[in-house]
């Protein structure tokens, strides 16, 4: 349940080099900089659904040189859970961005186990698709499930990406485990603002406040 900016990172690649060949070429301009090695991605989200109470979560993402990838999550896998990953991004195209990060993780507290998963995009002109698929062994009193969430988005303007959204997770309790829905974007430079609306003809909504700060 993170704020994608796949999408946006791809546009900004692109932006960047151009602005790089053309400080190359020009004369009398000074060299260009070179990209940090780290990037860093900081996520918090509110969660309210309808049927159980309010909490929060979060995700830091720490990846150098766009290959190696480290993840930390509070209230991710299960409420009051803490996991940690590492991972090894790929990816290529020009018309067809893809970028596949194959990740390995545990997590304790309030879920127990290994956790071996996916995160995956794809971008074509303004539309993106985003996958995130993980399998939770479960160790002790832990079961083992399949956790996935993905988004379908569009983005008309640089600051506005919509779409659809659907995730498979047991943290909200309840029988239904796979939900579905819309999401908004909005970013400005650094930031980016979303809201998540999951079932909303059920009685089982569920509505998520994001927002991200990439550094």
Known sequence: ????????????????????????????????????????????????????????????????????HLEARINYEARHSQSAFVGWSFSGGEVIKIKATPIIGFVTGGAHGPIPGLEASVAIGKFDYYVEAEYLVGTGDTSAYTYTWSELGFRPVEWLRLGFVAQHTRIYGGDREFQRGGFVQLTYKKYTGGVYWFNPTSSEQVVIASLAIAF
């Open 1 to 68: 349940m993170r704020a994608r900016l796949a999408a946006a990172g791809l546009c900004c690649a692109v932006t960047c080099a151009q602005a790089q060949v053309t400080a190359v070429t020009a004369p009398n301009a000074p060299p260009a900089e070179e990209a940090p090695a780290w990037s860093f991605l900081l996520s918090g989200y509110w969660n309210m659904p309808r049927s159980d109470s309010d909490y929060g979560s979060g995700i830091i993402t720490a990846d150098h040189n766009g290959k190696l």
